[in-house]
């Protein structure tokens, strides 16, 4: 099986917070299922009532996680539509249209705005040297403008090259400096997607586990709202 591109780690990452929503779901439903034979057993007159309360409780969870779940399914969706536009940077396949250059490089700044802003930063500030400014590395989009020059001296920074080539619709030419240091960049995603799928990971293995507050730490982690676990109703919760 080939190896994920860096952007392609995105769908997994998505992928499992989309399962880790479904193992919170279980988890309400069991604490229910735990909360009502307590009431059964231990309660009389407020039975009844208590596990209406119990059975509301978990409706309002459930949609909550539903609502959730929704949101990623649809987020994995875009993410696969912008995956198919960034391939030009892995293979340096010179795009034959402005638009499509365009629409590449909007996808790669998706991906970075899913990054966290330290990322993102380091991204940018990836070091430019004369390598990676010699017109050498680049190959013009436009018929109506003259061939690539060499890059501004000032440019320093993966960030500002970066938008010189984009406003002079320059790409990069294959296994040249400059690809060399798009891909380094995506490689720094890389390492970020990593950490952050290994944790997903590891609390995916022990959800099952989880005591109400873990869940409801788990919850905020992901982002969710409070509504998505369910509100303790029994002293057993």
């Given at each position: 099986?080939?190896?994920?591109?860096?952007?392609?780690?995105y769908?997994?990452?998505f992928?499992l917070?989309?399962?880790?929503i479904g193992a919170?779901?279980?988890?309400?439903?069991?604490?229910?299922?735990?909360?009502?034979?307590?009431?059964?057993?231990?309660l009389?007159?407020?039975k009844?009532?208590?596990?209406q309360l119990?059975?509301k409780?978990?409706?309002?969870?459930?949609k909550?996680l539903?609502?959730?779940?929704?949101k990623?399914k649809?987020?994995?969706t875009?993410i696969?539509?912008?995956?198919?536009?960034?391939?030009i940077?892995?293979?340096?396949?010179k795009?034959?249209?402005?638009?499509?250059f365009?629409l590449?490089?909007?996808?790669?700044?998706?991906?970075?705005?899913?990054?966290?802003?330290?990322?993102?930063?380091k991204?940018?500030?990836?070091p430019?040297?004369?390598?990676?400014?010699?017109?050498?590395?680049?190959v013009?989009i436009?018929?109506?403008?003259?061939?690539p020059?060499d890059?501004?001296a000032?440019?320093k920074?993966?960030g500002?090259?970066?938008?010189?080539?984009?406003?002079?619709?320059y790409?990069f030419?294959?296994?040249?400096?400059?690809?060399?240091l798009?891909?380094?960049?995506?490689q720094?995603?890389?390492?970020?997607?990593?950490?952050?799928?290994?944790?997903?990971?590891?609390k995916?293995s022990?959800?099952?586990?989880y005591?109400?507050?873990?869940?409801?730490?788990?919850?905020?982690?992901?982002?969710?709202?409070?509504a998505?676990?369910?509100?303790p109703?029994?002293?057993?919760?």
């Open positions: 099986m080939p190896e994920m591109t860096p952007f392609e780690m769908v997994t990452e992928e917070r989309l399962k880790l919170m779901g279980q988890w309400n439903k069991d604490m229910a299922a735990a909360e009502k034979d307590w009431a059964d057993a231990r009389t007159d407020t009844t009532a208590t596990i119990i059975n409780e978990l409706a309002i969870a459930l909550a539903k609502q959730e779940e929704f990623i649809k987020k994995i875009l696969e539509e912008k995956l198919k536009k960034t391939s940077f892995i293979t340096a396949k795009p034959t249209l402005p638009a499509s365009d590449a490089w909007s996808s790669f700044d998706f991906f970075l705005g899913e990054s966290e802003p330290s990322l993102v930063q991204v940018m500030k990836l430019v040297t004369d390598d990676h400014r010699s017109k050498t590395n680049f013009g436009l018929t109506t403008k003259p061939q020059s890059a501004p000032d440019i920074h993966f500002t090259m970066k938008a010189w080539m984009q406003k002079n619709y790409f030419t294959p296994a040249s400096p400059v690809h060399d798009v891909l380094e960049s995506m720094v995603v890389r390492d970020s997607r990593e950490k952050v799928i290994e944790t997903l990971e590891t995916l022990t959800v099952s586990n005591s109400y507050k873990k869940i409801d730490e788990l919850g905020k982690f992901l982002g969710l709202p409070s998505a676990v369910k509100t109703v029994t002293p057993n919760s």
